[in-house]
């Protein structure tokens, strides 16, 4: 069985993590498969969002540390199995179509990773997420070491890289790291109802904002940058649309062209 599962709706892809044996433990096969459907996803023009979440008990607990342990993988292919997991994290940063986030029970180490990647984090109010690297003698990756600090500022996000506390829903959301926490049932359908409001955006205004707010421009080159994007919208079918909508009080629809 896959170890990534997908559905549809509507425009929202829904990928499924799904090793809940261990817990969706990440392994070499979990992440080409999720890097490929990612890709898929957002070299679909039908697909306007995407949601990631696990299966079972838990998000995703990180590292297959029974594999780690194990001692069978060669320099080679532990260099291998970095690169995936890097290439994972930035797929999920850098593809136009947005991610949501979908956080049940643990999302630890690279888990963690791959919920940080996110570019909105929905967490059930119980749900632990915790950065253990250096704790056990190991590292981060997808860029956490840069994303976490800009997400919660560097004071805190030294406490959660370097002391490794555990921490729940509630408190992500307090700290302005998710954005919202709901009890675990309704974690999914509150998910999902994002992307939804996600999928009815303008997905070129969209894509633009987001390599934007990821690029961080200094403000001088933001005052550069900017202007040329607006440009490049209004040549669009899809700006049309949306001022032809907003005159007409109606909803637009966006073709992404």
């Known amino acids: 069985m896959s170890t990534v599962l997908v ?3 509507g425009s929202t892809a829904t990928l499924v993590l799904h090793r809940p044996e261990r817990l969706n433990a ?3 096969e979990l992440y080409r498969t999720l890097i490929d459907e990612l890709v898929a996803a957002d070299s679909d023009p039908d697909i306007r969002c995407v949601v990631l979440t696990g299966a079972g008990r838990a998000f995703c607990v990180g590292a297959d540390l029974k594999a780690h342990k194990s001692g069978t993988r060669t320099p080679t292919e532990q ?22 986030a979908a956080v049940n029970g643990y999302a630890l180490g690279a888990g963690a990773e791959l919920a940080v990647s996110a570019d909105f984090l929905v967490m059930a ?7 253990p690297e250096v704790s056990i003698g190991t590292f981060v990756g997808g860029g956490v070491t840069t994303r976490l600090p ?3 500022g560097l004071r805190r996000a030294m406490d959660l890289l370097i002391l490794g506390d555990r921490f729940t829903g509630r408190q992500a959301f307090e ?3 998710a954005h919202s926490t709901v009890p675990g049932d309704l974690l999914l ?18 894509a633009r904002m987001k390599a934007a707010l990821r690029r961080n421009d200094p403000l001088d080159v933001a005052f550069t940058t900017e202007p040329r994007m607006l440009l490049e919208l209004m ?9 032809a909508a907003f005159a007409e009080r109606r909803t637009p629809i966006f073709e992404g062209k």
């Open 7 to 9: 559905s549809r709706s």
């Open 26 to 28: 990440v392994s070499e």
């Open 79 to 100: 260099a291998d199995y970095i690169d995936l997991g890097q290439r994972a994290c930035e797929q999920i940063q850098t593809m136009d179509t947005p991610v949501v």
């Open 125 to 131: 109010e119980d749900a632990q997420m915790g950065f």
């Open 150 to 152: 800009r997400l919660v």
């Open 175 to 177: 700290w302005g790291l």
């Open 189 to 206: 359908g509150s998910a999902c109802e994002l992307a939804e409001t996600l999928a009815a955006k303008a997905p070129l205004a969209l």
């Open 235 to 243: 040549a669009t079918s899809d700006w049309a649309e949306g001022v």
